[in-house]
């Protein structure tokens, strides 16, 4: 198993940051992380809408969430909405694939560079 990347802040931190193995930081793209929970869409109903605030505020504390992240957690949202209505594998799948592209999964988790400081995160330290 390959280990994880290394965020560039990390890079530049050691010293071994380099435009020609990196890429040029100015070049890339970044998003804001959002502050507070954005207004569930119109289309959801009440679960989706309930899912939508829950992991919408659990990713807002981790300091991941951006506006970037609107369009997956609406199809979250609604594959949410679809297994409480009525399970099927195939949403069941679809769901699964969306909850670690948020990285809800203890795998996908490890994975995400957090755009906060242990200082900032109101749930304590976070395990690196």
């Not at 435009?19 to 507070?36: I, S, W, Y």
């Amino acid at each position: 198993m390959a280990n994880a990347r290394k965020p560039d802040h990390v890079h530049k931190a050691q010293g071994t940051l380099q435009k020609v193995r990196h890429g040029d930081p100015n070049k890339k793209l970044t998003f804001e992380n959002v502050a507070k929970p954005p207004r569930a869409p119109s289309i959801l109903g009440a679960v989706g809408k309930r899912a939508w605030r829950k992991v919408a505020l659990l990713l807002i504390n981790q300091g991941v969430f951006t506006d970037a992240d609107h369009y997956i957690l609406k199809s979250f949202c609604q594959a949410e909405e679809l297994l409480d209505a009525k399970w099927r594998a195939d949403i069941a799948v679809q769901h699964r694939l969306l909850a670690g592209e948020l990285g809800l999964s203890i795998a996908s988790r490890s994975k995400i560079q957090t755009g906060i400081s242990d200082k900032q995160n109101r749930n304590g330290p976070r395990a690196i």
